[in-house]
């Protein structure tokens, strides 16, 4: 079931809230970005997501084919969440880091499916050959 979620970066400069259902999965991926941030996310739709403060503190990075904006507060260098747009997700979509989650039950996070994406090799509708390290 879908509940609302607050979250926030480390220093709390950046807020945000998202409906989402983390029972219906997670993922973490290999790319290189994700695989050095060990960034573990939950898809959530644009009318879905709302930043509540801290555009101002957000930074922009992007990399290789430029379709991700990987947000992160300047100020404590948490990512919080990205955005994109993907015709697969329906259009623009968010990837809310989900340990940026202030009130999420830890039990909750536990229980959450994850599935993994060989994004290293965009092969991104299959699990790498190993994910213990992700």
Same mark, same amino acid.
């Given at each position: 079931?879908?509940?609302?979620?607050?979250?926030?970066?480390?220093?709390?400069?950046?807020?945000?809230?998202?409906?989402? #259902? !983390?029972?219906?999965?997670?993922?973490?991926?290999?790319?290189?970005?994700?695989?050095?941030?060990? %960034?573990?996310?939950? @898809?959530?739709?644009?009318?879905?997501?709302?930043? !509540?403060? =801290?555009?101002?503190?957000?930074? &922009?990075?992007?990399?290789?084919?430029?379709? @991700?904006?990987?947000? %992160?507060?300047?100020?404590?260098?948490?990512?919080?969440? =990205?955005? =994109?747009?993907? &015709?697969?997700? =329906?259009?623009? %979509?968010?990837?809310?880091?989900?340990?940026?989650? #202030?009130?999420?039950?830890?039990?909750?996070?536990?229980?959450?499916?994850?599935?993994?994406? &060989?994004?290293?090799? #965009?092969?991104?509708?299959?699990?790498?050959?190993?994910?213990?390290?992700?």
């Amino acid at each position: 079931m879908k509940r609302n979620y607050q979250g926030s970066c480390h220093c709390g400069a950046v807020r945000f809230e998202c409906e989402l #259902d !983390l029972a219906q999965g997670t993922s973490r991926c290999n790319c290189s970005i994700c695989a050095k941030t060990r %960034f573990w996310k939950a @898809i959530v739709k644009a009318g879905e997501f709302r930043l !509540l403060s =801290g555009a101002d503190a957000l930074s &922009d990075y992007q990399f290789g084919s430029h379709s @991700i904006h990987h947000l %992160f507060c300047r100020r404590c260098g948490v990512k919080p969440f =990205g955005r =994109g747009y993907l &015709d697969a997700l =329906g259009g623009v %979509f968010y990837a809310v880091n989900v340990m940026c989650l #202030d009130d999420a039950p830890v039990e909750e996070l536990a229980q959450a499916p994850v599935r993994y994406e &060989d994004g290293r090799h #965009d092969h991104w509708e299959s699990p790498p050959a190993e994910t213990r390290h992700l």
